[in-house]
């Protein structure tokens, strides 16, 4: 508490003996002691009342402002750093909402889109259909194929002939 090396507290005791006494000294001895006793009990108490104010929510601003004063710089780079994080997360709401609602309108359009899947058996139908016209427009084509391919044997047979 004091800084007092013992060649100093010494001089003190000295100085004390000289000037209260051999008798008075014991007396105003342990009145000191009692009054640092009664000081220590009462700096413990306010500390215990000042940390229980201090850590009440409502108190919160007050130290905030008190921190800010002690130390600016620190208090102003953690202020940066909650309000970079707060629009951080506003962000990241805002795109978990954006995909929510993209989510929701494709669900939508499926869900749209539905009933025509349910008509895939007559469209199935209609794709062996025309499956069977592509079947038909294929031999179609190769009996093109095979008359052009006589049609020139007989040009050429013809040619023969002349």
């Known amino acids: ?6 060649g100093e507290f010494l001089m003190i005791a000295m100085l004390a003996l ?3 006494g051999p008798e008075r000294l ?7 002691g009692k009054m ?15 940390s229980s104010i201090s850590d009440d929510p409502s108190m919160k601003p007050l130290k905030d402002l008190g921190e800010l004063a002690t130390r600016p710089r620190q208090k102003l780079a953690q202020f940066a750093a909650e309000a970079e994080a707060e629009e951080r997360a506003d962000r990241i709401a805002k795109e978990r909402e954006e ?21 895939s058996p ?3 139908s209609n794709a062996k259909a025309s499956d069977a016209e592509v079947g038909d427009s294929g031999n ?7 008359s052009d391919a006589s049609e020139s044997n007989h040009a050429v047979d013809g040619s023969g002939d002349q």
Not at 36 to 50: F, M, S
């Open 1 to 6: 508490m004091f800084n007092i090396t013992p």
């Open 18 to 20: 000289i000037v209260l």
């Open 26 to 32: 014991p007396d105003m001895a342990r009145n000191l």
């Open 36 to 50: 640092i006793h009664k000081l220590r009990t009462l700096t413990a108490g306010l500390q215990d009342t000042v």
């Open 99 to 119: 995909m929510d609602r993209q989510q929701r309108e494709l669900e939508e359009s499926r869900v749209g889109e539905a009933p025509e899947e349910s008509e």
């Open 122 to 124: 007559e469209t199935g």
């Open 140 to 146: 179609t084509s190769a009996n093109a194929v095979t």
